[in-house]
Structures are given as C-alpha cells and as structure tokens.
T-cell receptor, first 117, second 115 residues
Framework: GAVVSQHPSRVICKSGTSVKIECRSL??????MFWYRQFPKKSLMLMAT?????????EQGVEKDKFLINHASLTLSTLTVTSAHPEDSSFYIC?????????????FGSGTRLTVV | AQKVTQAQTEISVVEKEDVTLDCVYE???????LFWYKQPPSGELVFLIR??????QNEISGRYSWNFQKSTSSFNFTITASQVVDSAVYFC????????????FGQGTTLQVKP
C-alpha cells in the first residue's frame, strides 16, 4: 500500500533557529502534498497545499515566510519553520495524494512533534 | 462553504459497550467524499473508510459500521463491543469535488474505552 514517511518524528529546537521537516512518498508519485498543523486536543488545520514544481498554496492566515514549503520532486515535500518561536510548537502532519487510488487517495505521514524552547 | 461538525468532544465508555460517533457535514457540491480516520496516541492518522456521495449503502467492517444519511447530511460511525484498543481520537472528513483536493476535518471525538 501507499506509504508516506515523515521525518523527524520529534524535534526540539531553540528559539530563532529553523527546522526542516521532510515528507516522502515511498512507493508512489505524489504531485500534491498537504501540510497540516494540529494543536493539542484540536483538529487538523490545513496550512498549505504543496504542488510539485510550483509554489505552494497557503491557507488564509498562514505566514508564507514563516512556513516555507518546497516540493522539488514527485516524492518529496519539505516544510521549514523559520526563526522558530515557542508558539510554533505543535504537531505537524503531511499527507500525500496517490492519484492511483482515486479521489481522496490520501496517505498521512506519522507526524512531527516540534518543541521550540 | 464546506464544513464538518463532530459535536461530541469526548466520549467515555466501558469495554464491550457499543458507541456511536456522530458526524454532520455541509457542502453544496453534489459529488463529494466522506472519510473517517483514527488517530491513536502515537499521532499517525489511520484511514478507516471512504464513502462517496452517490453510495448511501451502509457499510460494516468487523466491529465497525457506518451509517450514511444524505437526508440529514450525516455520516455516523458505530463501534460495536468496544475494546480498550479503540481508544483514540476519531476524525470525520469531507472532500468536495470543487475543493481542489483539500480534506476538511471535523473537530474530532476523543473516545476513551475503559476496561
């Protein structure tokens, strides 16, 4: 089945530094990937849609310069949290759409728990 | 506008009880898909089911069953004879044809099954 690998699973960083999170589709090509943020005991909030070879589409209220998304290949999308602050601490989840699985063929990564100290 | 509402924030049951998780959705599209996902404490999202808007047949998979009612815009999920391992957060989600592939999630229902 479709597998999406997200790395790292946990990361602790200091305020002001940048953190990169990777999302890879292992056995399919994903032209579209999605990045979500989840606060404790809250729902998944879509941050942006990542399209291979083009700029990401950000949801309203999401800072583009803060959350840099790059989708350089059909199997890899990265989310970089720049100049991280404690309020950026959260659980970040990516999903990749497998065109071969029809509408809604989404596979989710296992998530990255970011803690900014 | 598309929206998914899971009115039950938390549910607590004792093992072997049946439990139903409610999901109500809003969309103006005639073609859409509904999903249920399970999120255990480890955090990953586990796909449970996908249902398209043209198929109102209820579905059963082991202890899980789903009731899709277009008349009330609901897609409820029932776990029969619940087990401790069912403890998780459950999300209902909507994908509308006109929504460029974005899944809209409900707020989630935290299910706690006590032994």
């Amino acid at each position: 089945g479709a597998v999406v690998s997200q790395h790292p699973s946990r990361v602790i960083c200091k305020s002001g530094t940048s953190v990169k999170i990777e999302c890879r589709s292992l056995d399919f090509q994903a032209t579209t990937m999605f990045w979500y943020r989840q606060f404790p005991k809250k729902s998944l909030m879509l941050m942006a849609t990542s399209n291979e070879g083009s700029k990401a589409t950000y949801e309203q209220g999401v800072e583009k310069d803060k959350f840099l998304i790059n989708h350089a290949s059909l199997t890899l999308s990265t989310l970089t949290v720049t100049s991280a602050h404690p309020e950026d601490s959260s659980f970040y989840i990516c999903s990749a759409r497998d065109p071969g699985r029809g509408p809604g063929g989404y596979t989710f990564g296992s998530g990255t728990r970011l803690t900014v100290v | 506008a598309q929206k998914v509402t899971q009115a039950q924030t938390e549910i607590s049951v004792v093992e072997k009880e049946d439990v139903t998780l409610d999901c109500v959705y809003e969309t103006r599209d005639t073609t859409y898909y509904l999903f249920w996902y399970k999120q255990p404490p480890s955090g990953e999202l586990v796909f449970l089911i996908r249902r398209n808007s043209f198929d109102e047949q209820n579905e059963i998979s082991g202890r899980y069953s789903w009731n899709f009612q277009k008349s009330t815009s609901s897609f409820n999920f029932t776990i029969t004879a619940s087990q401790v391992v069912d403890s998780a957060v459950y999300f209902c989600a909507l994908l509308s044809s006109g929504n460029t592939g974005k899944l809209i999630f409900g707020q989630g229902t935290t299910l706690q099954v006590k032994p």
